[in-house]
Structure formats: C-alpha cells, structure tokens
C-alpha cells in the first residue's frame, strides 16, 4: 500500500517529536540540511526507501509498522519495544513459508521450462523470487511466503536447499550437472506434475507472466536485471529482502496501476 509524501512527512516529524530529537539533530545524523529535513517532515519533498531505512534506524522505528495503512505512533513505539525483548517476533509468521505451495509453484515452472537448457540454478531462484515479489505487489499477500536473501548474484530464496533435496529423496525432482556454454551448471527436472488445484487462478497468472518474461533470459542477463529491482537495491548484502521494499518499484519492474490509490502530488 503506496501512501503520500504528506503522510510520510507527518509520521517522521510525530517520531522525531517523541524522541525528544529537534530537526537540527536529525538532520546532523542523516548528513543533510534542516530545510531539506523540514521539507521532507511538511511533505513537499520526496524521500526515497535508502532515507528512510537510514531514518527508521536513527529513530529505531519499524519499517513496516511505518508504511502500514494502519499505523499509529503508539503502536510503533510499543513494536520497538517488544522487539527488545523478543527480537525476531515480528518475522516469525511473516512471511510464512507454505512448503507444499512453493514445492507446487517450483514444479509448475520446471514443468514450463523444461526445454530450456538456459534454466539452471540461477535462472530459477530468479524466476521464484520475481513470482513471489510481483505476486505480493499486486495482491499486498504473501504466494509462497519464502524469503529472500541480498547475495552477490542476485535475490536466492532461503531453505531453499534443504526443500530441494527433500524433493529429490522423494522423486518429485532430479538434480543434473551439465555444461552451458562451456560453463558448468546444476538443473533440475521434475518428475511429476505440479498440482493445479493448490494455485489460485491470480498464482498461476503472476506465474506465467514471470516465465513469459523472463524464462528465456541468460543467469546474467536475469542477475543483472534483479540487481536494479529496488528490492534489491534498498536491502544489505546477506540480509533477508523485505516484501514492503516491493511497493517502491519504478517502471519497468512494476507490474501495479496505481492509478488513483496514491494521492495527487
């Protein structure tokens, strides 16, 4: 859910003033200017994701609670706290990983591009993560629920190994090393059917537009075009990518009309 730079202004002001920090100081700490920071807290001036997160820990706030359409500044302050005590709490169930949901939509694309000899390891942690990502943009809900890791070449979903080797021991997939131009590659091979009737109709339309898209792309030329996804972007080497960062796409990784759910600026 996109809400306005007037709202985003309203909401860091409200924290800055119950911290007990003036504009002086905040501003010191995010290395800009006091107009530039009154401009931002009045919401005339555009903030983008890597102010913010620099913000969010300057003030020790959540980044989700923040941009949700039902924040309040008492709840915000009662989340950091809990998360002193509990510090993994808020993660736990979300995102939740349905194991048989994702087992069904990684066969469901191996079956799709099973003549692609393109489609190796690379390719289809990619293909995952851009499903997952596009699906929550669109509907604000998880598919899979799997989580997402900043590494060099790209988004890789977690647990991912341990689900792939069960399926393995199970004779849902086969592990084959090949060559791809000259260069060694892992694919897998599905052994079975993915179950359609574990997909919602806007699962597998999201999953099909990714494949149309994309399944026809080079490791590279799908590493290098995650790289610029603002997910991506926005998040630390090693750490989990938030679903959230998914809302501050820009054209062409967008895959939402807005239209006139965001106020006119």
């Known amino acids: ?108 694309i191996l079956e799709r591009c099973a003549g692609k000899p393109n489609v190796g390891e690379t390719v289809l942690y990619k293909l995952l993560y851009f499903v997952d990502f596009n699906y929550y943009e669109l509907y604000e809900e998880h598919l899979t629920g799997a989580k997402y890791r900043k590494l060099p070449y790209g988004p890789v979903p977690q647990q991912l190994e341990l689900i792939l080797n069960q399926m393995i021991d199970d004779r849902q997939l086969e592990r084959v090393k090949t060559q791809y131009f000259d260069y060694p590659q892992i694919r897998y091979l599905p052994l079975e059917k993915a179950d359609l009737t574990k997909l919602k109709a806007s699962e597998k339309e999201v999953i099909d537009n990714v494949i149309a898209q994309m399944s026809d792309w080079s490791a590279s030329a799908i590493s290098n075009y995650s790289h610029k996804d603002m997910p991506w972007l926005a998040s630390k080497d090693g750490e989990e990518i938030n679903y959230e960062l998914a809302f501050y796409r820009d054209a062409p990784f967008s895959v939402r009309n807005y239209g006139d759910e965001t106020e006119d600026k």
């Open 1 to 108: 859910m996109k809400i306005s730079k007037k709202v985003i202004g309203q909401r860091i002001s409200e924290i800055r003033k119950s911290k007990g920090m003036s504009q002086e100081d905040l501003s010191k700490l995010l290395n800009i200017s006091r107009p530039s920071l009154a401009q931002i807290e009045l919401g005339n001036r555009n903030v983008d994701i890597l102010e913010l997160q620099s913000i969010s820990m300057i003030l020790g706030f959540s980044l989700d609670d923040f941009m949700s359409e039902n924040y309040s500044l008492n709840r915000d302050i009662d989340s950091v706290a809990e998360k002193k005590t509990e510090k993994h709490e808020e993660r736990i169930s979300v995102p939740t990983l349905q194991i048989e949901k994702f087992k069904n939509v990684l066969l469901y």
